[in-house]
């Protein structure tokens, strides 16, 4: 980033659908059970968006939300991180920005799965740095309850629908909520462990039920195992190195990592050398909303008062792809809307 010229976060909205699933209603259509879920992930409920709804609809109530926490009703440019649009053609953002009333802005999608809400900082950073935009809407919103196969049960543990944003301004670097240093990586040989196998140009069958040749598979598979380690081991590679990078000797005073599981939070913070409890965590009561994740926690820990303006804090994030990342920066005065 030039200097002088930083994206400072200056508004923080987020959304869930109403509709709350706990594990003891899984447990009525899946073979699983409320123990089996807390104590391998330190899930206990997440939101799941009606069949009306669809990602625009989440990313537009956390979007406008975001925008009344900064205080303004124009932007330059919509980032939607998102791995479930409305269809896979067109982009989502623009209809999320017509939504908004924000006319004909620049508005694209980006996919990186779980670390989406961190590559679309990263995106609108750069937009603000080089000039391009004086005010960026990055939001992050998933209906990943769209995408799971309604008998896996390790994956409808897991996943949550809601949505994230964050308003990006120009500012001065040194200016609390500028965002500092970016990791962002990425390692294509393990794009088979998080994947929708069909319904892309590789396998374009839709319908699992008349298969051309073999079965077309349209869901979400995880090979939770491998994903398990990998997230940790690049979460935290990622996490020392930001840390390295924008010159923090000592722990940050707040990790807000992605909320895939909560052992692989613990194991992130243990590594690093993070306290735990100066770790946020709502999985437990929204589960892993992909791109939604780390904005969701955010929120989360600025009401509960575990994150407060000034401190510093760092963010991470690892998911498919493999894709992962991670941003520093010092909290500013911002109330979630
Ligand atoms: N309820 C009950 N049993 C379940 C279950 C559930 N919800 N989900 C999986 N199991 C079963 C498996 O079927 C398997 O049974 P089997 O031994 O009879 O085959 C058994 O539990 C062990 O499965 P395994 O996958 O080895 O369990 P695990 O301890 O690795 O936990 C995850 C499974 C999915 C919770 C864990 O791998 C995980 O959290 N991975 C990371 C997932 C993640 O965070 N993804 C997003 C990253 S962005």
Not at 190 to 214: C, H, M
């Amino acid at each position: 980033m030039s200097a002088g010229r930083a994206a400072v976060v200056c508004g923080l909205g987020t959304w869930l659908p109403p509709r709350v699933v706990t594990n003891d209603d899984l447990s009525q259509v899946l073979d699983t059970s409320d123990e089996w879920i807390r104590s391998r992930t330190g899930i206990g409920q997440r939101h799941v968006a009606d069949p009306t709804m669809a990602t625009s609809d989440l990313a537009v109530e956390a979007g406008g939300r975001a925008m009344k926490s900064a205080e303004v009703d124009s932007v330059d440019a919509v980032v939607l991180a998102t791995t479930t649009p409305d269809r896979p053609c067109p982009a989502t953002a623009p209809l999320v920005a017509s939504r908004l009333g924000l006319g004909t802005v620049a508005a694209f999608d980006v996919v990186a799965v779980c670390t989406g809400f961190l590559y679309g900082l990263a995106t609108g950073a750069g937009m603000i740095a080089t000039g391009g935009a004086e005010r960026v809407l990055v939001i992050g919103a998933d209906t990943f309850s769209t995408i799971l196969d309604p008998h896996d049960r390790s994956t409808r543990a897991i996943f949550g629908d809601g949505a994230g944003a964050v308003v990006l301004r120009a500012g001065q670097p040194d200016e609390d909520g500028a965002l500092g240093a970016f990791d962002l990586g990425s390692d294509g040989t393990g794009s088979e462990l998080i994947v929708i196998p069909s319904g892309g140009s590789r396998d374009p069958r839709r319908d699992p039920d008349r298969p051309a040749e073999g079965d077309a598979d349209p869901y979400f598979r995880m090979a939770g195992k491998s994903v398990f380690r990998n997230a940790v081991e690049r979460m935290t590679a990622s996490a020392r190195k930001t840390m390295t990078d924008v010159g923090w000797s000592t722990p940050p005073d707040v990790l807000v990592a992605h909320q895939a599981n909560l052992r692989i939070l613990h194991a992130v913070a243990d590594r690093v050398g993070i306290a735990r409890d100066a770790c946020a965590v709502n999985l437990d009561r929204v589960g892993n909303t992909a791109a939604a994740s780390i904005p969701l926690a955010l929120a989360d820990a600025t009401l509960s008062g575990l994150l407060r303006p000034g401190h510093r804090l760092l963010m991470t994030a690892f998911g498919g792809g493999l894709a992962w990342g991670s941003c520093t920066m010092r909290w500013p005065a911002v109330t979630p809307g």
